[in-house]
């Protein structure tokens, strides 16, 4: 029988704790209390807790300084806030110093304070089975390493590659930090990297679905929520099993359909606890949602769908259906485009179907661009596509504006490979 979750009750006022006990014990929890901020770090140093939930208000010890303590000490333990209106400062400043999960705004509901509690510890065990697998993968590759020697040169060129990897990433980190959108396309590319065919295919998509965006006129904010629901679509599907993802959505039968329609709802869930990325969950969720009301998970009709996700359903299905990823077999471009006009109305958004139209003839007007050797770059010259290694690990995004150090970069990095890299660049 698994062991139940601990749950550290922390508040001054001793109904607030009985009230809280009454609520949370049905559901099997392990329960703690504490009165105060200090009492509670005793009783964390004595036994391992699992999720937090903290009062704002408290004498000698405050909620804020309490979980800031809590984050630097134990910072696997999810932090829950208690805070009344009055305490919105204090809100922030807790927000910010114990980096905490959800603040409840006093008095709560009952069974929102019961679901938030439930993601939050679901979030906590996916995380830790995340760890669990991957020290397991961690040591079932050293096994593998020890078992078979004939692979020690194997094992050592790609070694060698990811050190490179590294290389380019250092390079590239502080920049990385001030570019939460880069830092979510290569995260993206990791899922890619699940299945080979599906390289690019996100690049693609944020491509086509913002240059929508901004055909339509939305705002700024919304266009960037599009982009950034574009550049993790896929996120839910992290967790199907690889059938389902190597087969057409037409070719699932009932048991793999259902299981696939879950990951819309999975992909929002996921990135829920990130508030910049909120919207962008939205659009995800409703991604599969059809004009017709026929779509999933929730069954949304026309214009009640938002903006956004009618967007990613029209960008996403255009390249996926080339792919093959949604009827038997792939489609031509030109077959993908017929394919989603003819379902205007019933799968994708009608009204957007002109503007689809035009927004693809300008993308695929043709890019000037020319072929290089690591020899013959130029700093100022700017990448026309993506720079992969033979792995396929994204090296060097399109649009990326070439300097000596990248330069440097990418000739150790053909020397590693061990053959010729070529560079595409714009031409002027």
């Not at 980096?99 to 929102?112: G, L, M, N």
């Not at 590319?189 to 065919?197: C, L, N, V």
């Not at 099993?241 to 819309?264: G, I, T, V, W």
């Not at 990325?277 to 949304?300: C, V, W």
Request: aromatic fraction near 6%.
């Amino acid at each position: 029988m698994a062991t139940p979750f601990t749950i550290l009750l922390v508040d001054d006022e001793p109904n607030i704790l009985r009230a809280l006990n009454r609520l949370l014990r049905p559901e099997g929890y392990h329960l703690l209390t504490a009165g105060g901020g200090a009492e509670a770090l005793i009783t964390m140093a004595r036994e391992p807790v699992d999720l937090v939930i903290s009062d704002m208000r408290m004498p000698e010890m405050d909620g804020a300084v309490f979980l800031s303590n809590v984050r630097k000490n134990w910072p696997d333990t999810i932090r829950l806030l208690l805070t009344g209106h009055a305490d919105m400062s204090q809100t922030v400043s807790a927000i910010n110093q114990g980096e905490i999960f959800r603040f409840i705004a006093k008095p709560w509901d009952d069974q929102e304070l019961l679901i938030i509690v439930r993601q939050a510890l679901e979030q906590l065990h996916l995380r830790r089975e995340n760890q669990r697998l991957l020290k397991l993968t961690a040591e079932q590759n050293e096994a593998l390493k020890q078992a078979n020697n004939t692979l020690e040169q194997k094992v050592a060129q790609r070694t060698a590659e990811l050190s490179q990897l590294v290389s380019f990433l250092e390079l590239t980190q502080d920049e990385l930090k001030d570019s939460f959108r880069t830092s979510l396309q290569v995260f993206s590319g990791i899922i890619e990297m699940r299945f080979a065919d599906w390289v690019g295919h996100s690049r693609r998509v944020v491509t086509l679905a913002e240059a929508l965006a901004k055909y339509i006129g939305l705002k700024s904010e919304e266009i960037e929520a599009v982009a950034l629901a574009a550049t993790l679509h896929d996120i839910g599907k992290v967790a199907l099993a690889d059938n389902l993802l190597s087969k057409a959505l037409a070719s699932l039968n009932r048991q793999e359909k259902a299981e696939f329609m879950e990951h819309p709802a999975l992909g929002q869930m996921v990135l829920l606890p990130i508030p910049a990325l909120n919207l962008a969950g939205t659009y995800i969720r409703g991604q599969h949602e059809n004009m017709d009301g026929s779509g999933f998970p929730d069954h949304l009709k026309g214009k009640d769908i938002p903006v956004g996700a009618r967007i990613l359903a029209i960008a996403a299905d255009y390249d996926e259906l080339q792919m093959g990823l949604l009827l038997p077999q792939s489609i031509t471009a030109e077959q993908a485009y017929l394919y989603i006009r003819e379902n205007a109305g019933q799968r994708y958004d009608p009204d957007l179907i002109p503007a689809f139209l035009k927004v693809v003839d300008a993308l695929n007007a043709r890019v000037k661009e020319k072929a290089l050797t690591s020899a013959q770059v130029k700093p100022g010259m700017v990448l026309s596509r993506d720079l992969y290694s033979s792995a396929r690990f994204l090296l060097l995004a399109k649009g990326r504006k070439l300097d000596p150090s990248i330069i440097d970069h990418i000739c150790r990095f053909e020397r590693t490979e061990g053959k010729p890299v070529v560079i595409y660049v714009r031409q002027e």
